[in-house]
C-alpha cells in the first residue's frame, strides 16, 4: 500500500512540475529519435509504389514500400488510409503531389520514435526545397464561421471532394502520430500555395501529436474552422506561418514549439502565430463562434538576432479573435504580439488571457502591426506580473539550440 501511495504522490509531483514548467517540457528531449533537423541528408528509397486519384476503399501503406503521391489522391467514400510505422510517402514534383483526406475519410498514420512516418519530396537530397510537393490535407465535419456552415477549399477545385465544415465538433478524421513532412507547400497560381499541413473543420476526436513540419513553402499548419488539440508540435524554418488559425477555429497547442530562421520568409508577412476570425467580415455568420487560441507550454524561437530579419513579431493577433497563453516562452523578436488596432485599447486588450508567460530578447512587447510600442497594453500587462522578462539570448537560455546537432530547447536549468 505505501508503495502504491508513493507512486501517486511522484505521479501528481511530476503533473504539478510540468504546469509550473515554461515552454516546452518533458523528462528528457522528447525531440530525439523521430525528428531530423537536417532533411536534406537523408537519401530516401526510389519510390517503388505509386497513389494517384480517388481511393475509395481502405487502403494500408507499409514499410517494405516507398510511395510516390502523383497529383491529387483523394482518399473519400468513408475509406481509411492506414500507414505503418516506417513509411515514407514522397510527393511528385511535376504533378503537385498531394494527399487529401476527404470529409467522412480518415488516416490513421501512427508512426513510432523509432519508425517515424516521413512525407518528402521525390526530388534527390542535394535538390530538395520548400514547395517541392503539394502537402497533407485534412477535411472534417466542425464547425466553421463562414455564412453557410461550409467552405469549398482555395486548395482544390474538385468540388466532389474539396467541401468541409458542419456542426460535429467532436468529428474523427483519424490521427498523425510521429510524422514528419518535408519540403511541402507547392505554388498552386499566383495567390496560392499549399502548406505542409491543412485542417479544415476537424473535429477533436482527431488526433494530431508528435508531428515536425519543415521547409514549407507557406504556412506548416493552418487550422481553418474547427475544434482540436495539437500536442507536441514542431514546425522549423518554414517560409510563412508556423501555425494560422481562422474562420472560428477553436484551437489548444500543448508543449510545442516554432523554431524560425528570421532569413526564412515569404513574399507576405511571416509569423509563428497568426489568429484571425474571418478573411472577410462580410462573410462571417455572428451566430458561430470567433476563432479562440489557448497555448499552453508553447516556445517561439527565432534563432537568430531580433530586429535584423524578416520575421518581426511572434504573434500577429486579429481583432474579434481571443488569444490565451499559459507557460509559454517567447525569445529573439522585435515584438511579442502584434495587435490589431482594436486590441490596442486597453479595454478590449483585457479580453487577451497571458499567465506565467517569459518573453526574453525581444525588442518590443506589445505593439501595433507596424510594430510601434503600444505603451498602455505593455503597462497593463507588466503590472499584473503576467509577462516576466529577460535578456539573455537564445545561445545560453536553452539547453542547446544548436539544430546541426541534437537541439533541445527545454529551458536551461540557472
Given amino acids: 500500500m505505501k508503495s502504491k501511495l508513493k507512486l501517486i504522490l511522484l505521479f501528481f509531483i511530476g503533473i504539478v512540475n510540468a504546469q509550473k514548467s515554461k515552454g516546452i517540457y518533458g523528462e528528457t528531449n522528447w525531440f530525439a ?37 502523383m497529383g491529387t489522391v483523394y482518399i473519400a467514400n468513408k475509406a481509411t488510409l492506414t500507414i505503418e510505422p516506417g513509411t515514407v510517402i514522397r510527393g511528385d514534383f511535376n504533378s503537385n503531389g498531394t494527399l487529401v483526406i476527404v470529409k467522412g475519410s480518415k488516416i490513421k498514420a501512427e508512426g ?7 512525407f518528402t519530396s521525390n526530388k534527390p537530397s542535394s535538390e530538395r526545397k520548400a514547395g517541392d510537393w503539394g502537402g497533407v490535407i485534412i477535411y472534417g465535419d466542425a464547425p466553421v464561421n463562414r455564412i453557410g456552415g461550409v467552405i469549398a477549399s482555395i486548395y482544390d477545385s474538385n468540388r466532389a471532394f474539396n467541401q468541409f465544415g458542419g456542426t460535429n465538433e467532436n468529428d474523427d478524421s483519424g490521427i498523425m502520430k510521429y510524422v514528419r513532412i518535408e519540403f511541402a507547400g507547392k505554388k498552386i497560381d499566383q495567390k496560392t500555395m499549399l502548406n505542409g499541413l491543412t485542417l479544415g473543420a476537424v473535429g477533436s476526436k482527431t488526433k494530431i501529436e508528435n508531428v515536425q513540419v519543415s521547409f514549407a513553402k507557406d504556412d506548416a499548419i493552418e487550422m481553418i474552422g474547427g475544434n482540436i488539440e495539437l500536442n507536441n508540435i514542431v514546425s522549423f524554418n518554414n517560409a510563412d506561418d508556423d501555425f494560422d488559425f481562422s474562420i472560428g477555429s477553436q484551437a489548444t497547442v500543448n508543449n510545442s514549439i516554432a523554431i524560425r530562421s528570421p532569413f526564412i520568409s515569404d513574399n507576405t508577412r511571416s509569423r509563428c502565430f497568426e489568429i484571425d476570425s474571418y478573411d472577410k467580415v462580410e462573410n462571417y455568420d455572428p451566430s458561430k463562434k470567433k476563432t479562440v487560441v489557448r497555448l499552453n507550454n508553447v516556445t517561439m524561437v527565432s534563432n537568430e538576432i531580433n530586429d535584423q530579419g524578416l520575421v518581426k513579431e511572434a504573434i500577429s493577433l486579429k481583432s474579434d479573435s481571443f488569444l490565451e497563453m499559459n507557460n509559454c516562452v517567447v525569445t529573439g523578436f522585435a515584438s511579442f504580439i502584434a495587435l490589431d488596432e482594436k486590441y490596442l485599447n486597453v479595454a478590449n486588450a483585457k479580453q487577451i488571457k497571458i499567465k506565467d508567460c517569459l518573453v526574453d530578447n525581444c525588442k518590443s512587447i506589445f505593439t501595433n502591426e507596424e510594430l510601434i510600442e503600444a505603451p498602455e497594453v505593455n503597462e497593463m500587462f507588466l503590472k499584473s506580473n503576467s509577462i516576466s522578462i529577460s535578456k539573455i539570448g537564445v545561445e545560453s537560455f536553452f539547453i542547446s539550440n544548436d539544430i546541426k546537432k541534437n537541439p533541445d530547447f527545454r529551458l536551461a536549468k540557472k
Fill in 33 to 69: 529519435g523521430w525528428t531530423n533537423f537536417k532533411p536534406k541528408a537523408i537519401e530516401y528509397n526510389e519510390t517503388t509504389q505509386i497513389l494517384t486519384g480517388e481511393i475509395k476503399e481502405n487502403m494500408t501503406l507499409t514499410k517494405k514500400n516507398t510511395y510516390l503521391l
Fill in 112 to 118: 513510432t520514435i523509432a519508425s517515424p512516418i516521413v
